[in-house]
């Protein structure tokens, strides 16, 4: 059972469009975190959020926490091919240990 | 500064073999992990530790064990190596003071096991 469950699993588009990948859990998490993976190499920390409801940019990058902190999506506006990557929610517990918990994971391709 | 460092990046075991993993960072944080990635998966955690000497058990830590006998130094041992431990391992570092401790991650390993 993932604790943490990412849609969609898969996505092509065609650069220009936009997309938005969810994460969705039944738990409440003290924060979530976005990461992304370019092949043969370690998931690298794109954005932290803290406060249910909290928004946060990058660029072209929107990402939003639910209010319950129990939710988190990540948009993208006008994608390019350097987006391309596989993207990992990552949620911290309110107790217990003090590890990540990831998603499932989204693998988006961006074709030019 | 090199981050978090992991040997070997790619292993091929025979069944019933044994190996380490190893996984060194130099940003002197306390906190280190292994996480294991199967295809098209998320990542699972195996072990972990808060420190020198204090180590505990993840989602998924049968058939592997830990030390941490020093800060910098977290080798993960796989016992009788079985073909379900074919995978993808990453080590990974934080300084978890407060509850958003950012991880930082090795290149990974790549072990098959045949």
Known sequence: TQLLEQSPQFLSIQEGENLTVYCNSSSVFSSLQWYRQEPGEGPVLLVTVVTGGEVKKLKRLTFQFGDARKDSSLHITAAQPGDTGLYLCAGARVTGRRALTFGSGTRLQVQP | ?114
């Open chain 2, 1 to 114: 500064n090199a981050g978090v460092t992991q040997t070997p990046k790619f292993r091929i075991l025979k069944i019933g073999q044994s190996m380490t993993l190893q996984c060194a960072q130099d940003m002197n944080h306390n906190y280190m992990y292994w996480y294991r990635q199967d295809p098209g998966m998320g990542l699972k955690l195996i072990y972990y530790s808060v420190g020198a000497g204090i180590t505990d058990k993840g989602e998924v830590p049968n058939g592997y064990n830990v030390s941490r006998s020093t800060t910098e130094d977290f080798p993960l041992r796989l016992e009788l190596a079985a073909p379900s431990q074919t995978s993808v391992y990453f080590c990974a570092s934080s300084y978890w003071v407060t509850s958003t401790g950012e991880l930082f991650f090795g290149e990974g390993s790549r072990l098959t096991v045949l």
